[in-house]
């Protein structure tokens, strides 16, 4: 799924500074490696994941998706799928009221964390909401990164998330 509300979700992070805690959620949709849809018995809401940015995947039939976006997208999912999880709001993502920026909670383990962990999605640096901590992010970056995990087996081919989207939008 190319993301082009990513600059919606980037504009909107700096207008939420505390976070707000959203509470308990069952995951019924994983669209991608960092955005789920979460349901209570009377509420949906979007999820795009804090802090990080993980390889695309294609919404067009024969159309290849990014190295490694179908495995963010298995690795989330097997981590929340049909699971009740807690969600730590930060705010809207510039869309309607049920989309938010936020960390999953599964189990007492940060899932935006540890799919950087697992390699499988990078950090995402930029527009982070006052009160996020990027930095245990950038630490399992760099210990990913060294040990080849994931994604990062790629070497010089890797190409971030960012720079792939651009270049779908150039051609």
């Known amino acids: 799924m190319v993301k082009v509300g990513h600059i919606f979700l980037l504009l909107a992070s700096f207008l939420f500074v505390n976070p707000v805690l959203a509470g308990q959620f069952t995951i019924t949709k994983v669209y991608d490696g960092d955005t789920v849809r979460a349901e209570t018995a009377d509420t949906a809401i979007y999820i795009f994941l804090l802090g ?3 390889p695309e995947i294609s919404d067009n039939a024969g159309e290849e ?23 730590k709001g930060y705010g809207k993502a510039g869309y309607p ?5 936020g960390v999953i909670y599964a189990q007492g383990k940060n899932i935006n964390l540890e799919l950087v962990r697992r390699g499988v999605a990078e950090v995402h640096k930029e527009g ?17 990164r060294e040990n080849k995990t994931g994604m990062w087996i790629l070497g010089d081919k890797y190409v971030s998330p960012s720079q792939w989207r651009k270049s779908r939008m150039e051609q």
């Open 97 to 101: 009221d049920n989309y938010i920026v």
């Open 128 to 144: 982070l909401p006052e009160g996020f901590d990027v930095e245990p992010y950038l630490a399992a970056e760099t210990e990913a």
């Open 52 to 54: 990080i940015d993980a």
């Open 65 to 87: 998706g990014q190295p490694f976006g179908k495995s963010a997208k298995e690795e989330l999912a097997q981590l929340v799928l049909n699971k009740t999880v807690e969600v």
